[in-house]
Each structure stands twice: as structure tokens, then as C-alpha cells.
């Protein structure tokens, strides 16, 4: 009988870059040499992976995800540190932004506990801390108002969303622009900075995306800006502002900013209905645009054909079906990223599902099931590099 351990260094490479990184991660338990094998670093990353669905933990050592091409839920041994108590308000290239219960936060790459320091809140402008006597925060003071804010209210209302310029595996050089207090303003920090640089705006946003090489912003006002922050200055620009007013009476909307796979420029509308039943197809509605980036006029999107969105606490992405042909085509798969309601019922049913942009109607991820709230699911795009 064959002695699975003996196989060669290159024989085991082969095999590895034809697994999923499921399979990556099992194939590693199997014996020491299977182990040091994946660790080598000429060893190429697995081939690209669908989105899995991030979803709150069962326990403290242990990472849930739910793996739409399986239809399963993998609970995997997560390294330190715990990230079960904390929260994500960002993924992009493998990593999340997460925030543990002191609101310090980090970037974390989940299936590998590599782990960034970000800079202290306390960096930002009108924020300070608040301690008992023991010396423990208990509250925070924000704002020129000087709201106070508990551990819970700042992780449900002061973080908004965080989007990276880069993975930063290599050489650790990247940008991380983020949304935050209770007017949604921006912030940026580069690698190794100590401190968050705030943008002064006028305007409260919704969402950040990088696209060629720099950071598009919309707020709510329809605006959608672009900033280059290089080291000498922060440059900025309008791209657009005619953008049409929708209003759906008792929704809440949320703009989203999206690159397609012909590297355009879309944006989605998302209007979230939180007075009917969870369950009511016409719970979610959402409309897209284009940006034709000669003219700097937006068009109404009525089909993706192949290809697919993935909205929520994530940097949105666009994926083709035809490389992935598990998913379902010309379709938005979202997750509920109001973390204020998350946070307030994190025990009842939630925004979850897929958006079918023919029949603009809703239906559910199959095999997920029902999951807690809180921490709030995102999309994330697992990597082991």
C-alpha cells in the first residue's frame, strides 16, 4: 500500500494547486509533510475561490463560514487570536477590518490569524476615552456634541465601513480608507501609521470601493467623489452628481459602489423594508446604474447577463458565472449591514439573501438556514497566501 507521507515535494504541489481551499485546509491535518509542504513558499496560492459567507462564531476557537459552492457551513479551528466577540466592518483581498470589544482594531486574515494593528480611535478628532477606576474604558466621548457612547453603542454606530488599496501580504504597503462616527466621515491611514488622517467633508457617506488606484466614495446626497492620497496631499474630485432620487416609503437606503468586470464604475440602490415581514419577497429592492466614464453620465442597469454582485460590510464585488458556476447569474447576493439593527435583534431573522434583478424579488441562499446577528455576516474572499 501506498505511503501517503512519501510522496515528492512537486507531486504534492501538483495536487495542492488543484484543491479548493477547503480542501487545502483538510489536506494539512493529514500528516507533517502534507503540513510543511503548503508552507513552502514557491507554492502557489489555490486557484481563485467564490465568496464565503462570514457568520457569527459557536464558540471562541472556531470560525464559521458557509461555503456557497459546497451548500455547507464549516465551522474551522481558528488561530489567535479570538475573534469571535469582535466585529468586521470591512473585507477585501482576504483580509477583514475587525474591531474587538475596546474598539481597538485590526486587520485579520481569519484562516491564518495574520494580524495588522490600525491606529487608536482615539487618533481621530473628537474622540477620548473614558475610564472607571480600575483604569478600564467604559465609555467614549465623540463628537464636537460629546455624545457618550458605550462599548456597544460605538461598535453599532461609530464604525462604518473600511476598504483596503491593497492586500498587504507582500510588502505591506497599503492604504486603508475607512467611514466613521455617527455623521459618517472619512478617514485614511497608510502601513505603519500611528495616527488616522480625517478628510474634512461637508457630506455623510455610505460607501468606499478602490478602483483604478484610487478610492471612489458615494454619500448620501448621490455624490460620488474620487481621492488620491498619495504622501504630499489628498487630491480630490467630483466624478458625477446627476444621479436620480428614488424614494420607497418606510425603507432604508443604502448606495452601494461596485467595479464590473469590464472595469466600469456601477452603483446599486438598496431599499430595505423593515416593517413587513422578513420573509416578504418585496422586502429588498434594488436598483443599478453604469457610469459611462466618457461622458460621466450614469444609465439604468436592467441585466447583469453573466455576471453577478456581492454587497454588504465587504468591498462590493463582481463576479463572472461563467467561473463561477455555482452562482446564480444577473443576481445581487447581500447581507444586512445596518449595524445598528444587527446589534438590536441579534436573535430574530435578518436580511440575507439573493436579489433577482428580472423579477425584482428576493429569495433565500439555499442551505444557509438561520444564524445570530451579531457580529454581522459579510462576504469574504478566503485566502491562505
Not at 474634512?200 to 492620497?229: G, M
Request: glycine residues 4%.
Amino acid at each position: 500500500m501506498a505511503n501517503w507521507s512519501e510522496l515528492t515535494i512537486e507531486l504534492l504541489g501538483m495536487i495542492y494547486d488543484k484543491l479548493s481551499i477547503f480542501d487545502c485546509i483538510r489536506s494539512k491535518a493529514i500528516c507533517k509533510q502534507w503540513n510543511s509542504v503548503y508552507k513552502l513558499e514557491h507554492h502557489r496560492p489555490p486557484k481563485p475561490q467564490a465568496p464565503w459567507l462570514m457568520l457569527p462564531g459557536d464558540n471562541n476557537s472556531t470560525a464559521k463560514f458557509f461555503s456557497i459552492v459546497e451548500k455547507k457551513i464549516y465551522n474551522i479551528p481558528c488561530p489567535e487570536p479570538m475573534i469571535r466577540t469582535r466585529i468586521y466592518i470591512g473585507s477585501c483581498h482576504g483580509w477583514l477590518t475587525t474591531v474587538d470589544g475596546l474598539c481597538n482594531m485590526y486587520l485579520l486574515k481569519p484562516l491564518t490569524g495574520a494580524q495588522i494593528p490600525l491606529p487608536c480611535v482615539t487618533t481621530l478628532p473628537f474622540v477620548k476615552t473614558v475610564h472607571d477606576s480600575q483604569g478600564q474604558i467604559v465609555r467614549f466621548i465623540v463628537g464636537q456634541e460629546r455624545n457618550k457612547l458605550s462599548l456597544w453603542s460605538m461598535h453599532a454606530l461609530f464604525f462604518g465601513k473600511a476598504v483596503l488599496s491593497a492586500a498587504p501580504d507582500a510588502d505591506n504597503d497599503f492604504t486603508i480608507m475607512m467611514i466613521y462616527g455617527l455623521w459618517k466621515n472619512l478617514a485614511f491611514a497608510r502601513a505603519g501609521n500611528k495616527a488616522w488622517t480625517s478628510i474634512s467633508s461637508p457630506y455623510c457617506y455610505t460607501d468606499i470601493i478602490h478602483h483604478n488606484a484610487k478610492f471612489y466614495t458615494i454619500n448620501y446626497q448621490r455624490i460620488v467623489e474620487a481621492w488620491e492620497l498619495d504622501e504630499l496631499a489628498i487630491r480630490h474630485s467630483i466624478i458625477n452628481s446627476d444621479l436620480p432620487s428614488h424614494i420607497f416609503l418606510g425603507c432604508i437606503c443604502t448606495y452601494y459602489l461596485v467595479e464590473s468586470l469590464n472595469n466600469n464604475l456601477m452603483l446599486v440602490y438598496k431599499f430595505q423594508n423593515e416593517w413587513s415581514p422578513i420573509d416578504n419577497p418585496k422586502n429588498i429592492m434594488c436598483m443599478v446604474f453604469s457610469l459611462d466614464e466618457l461622458t460621466l453620465k450614469w444609465t439604468r442597469v436592467k441585466s447583469f447577463h453573466e455576471q453577478t454582485l456581492f454587497l454588504g460590510k465587504n468591498q462590493s464585488m463582481c463576479l463572472s458565472t461563467i467561473d463561477f458556476p455555482e452562482l446564480k447569474q444577473n443576481c445581487i447576493y447581500y447581507t444586512d449591514d445596518i449595524l445598528e439593527l444587527c446589534g438590536s435583534y441579534k436573535y430574530t431573522k435578518r436580511h440575507i439573501g439573493i436579489f433577482y434583478l428580472e423579477d425584482e424579488m428576493i429569495g433565500p441562499i439555499d442551505h444557509l438556514g438561520h444564524h445570530l446577528n451579531w457580529p454581522p455576516s459579510l462576504w469574504l474572499t478566503p485566502s491562505l497566501s
